[in-house]
């Protein structure tokens, strides 16, 4: 299956219509962005000119800012963000063995999505429960004292 999402006409409407609340105003490129992400879930591509066009920019300037900000995304993200631990605590406690079985079960590297869309993965710094150590976050939700059978059954029910 191909990982990426269809803009379609519809999608593209509904971008030049937010878009269009902007026109002209060159500062309201984060916010105009951060809004396309809310409701598609990432900023198409296909986006970056129409806002470049609205805003009076060179798709270049859009394209960089968006690259620019970590909380952007141009690509497609899974409906469930898994979340590794890789602070201090859960990786003396197991934590890298734990991130290599979540790669495996899901078959994804770091900063990627399933085909189906069900799943990003990440890692992230201590998430503030080292007394559960090694933890896994799967959407909002934390899964404490992780072992690779609990990895095996969270994957498994399809967990989140
Ligand atoms: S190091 Fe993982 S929760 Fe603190």
Not at 21 to 29: K, M, P, T
Not at 46 to 66: C, D, E
Not at 87 to 101: D, E, N, Q, Y
Request: one cysteine or more; proline letters at 5%.
């Amino acid at each position: 299956m191909d990982k990426a999402k269809t803009t379609t006409e519809a999608d593209l409407a509904r971008i030049s219509e937010i878009v269009a609340e902007y026109s002209q105003q060159r500062w309201a490129l984060i916010p105009l962005a951060q809004k396309i992400q809310e409701e598609f879930g990432y900023i198409p591509p296909q986006s970056i000119s129409i806002i470049a066009r609205a805003l009076g920019l060179f798709p270049s300037q859009v394209q960089g800012v968006i690259s620019f900000y970590e909380q952007l995304y141009t690509e497609p993200r899974g409906r469930k963000i898994v979340r590794v631990c890789r602070g201090t605590a859960c990786h003396v406690r197991g934590g890298k063995t734990i991130l290599k079985l979540v790669k495996q079960h899901l078959g994804l590297e770091e900063g990627q999505t399933t085909p189906d869309l069900e799943y990003t993965l990440e890692t992230v710094a201590c998430i503030g429960v080292c007394a559960l150590a090694p933890n896994i976050v799967v959407g909002d939700r934390v899964y404490g004292n992780m072992n690779p059978k609990k990895v095996e059954q969270l994957f498994k029910k399809g967990g989140g």
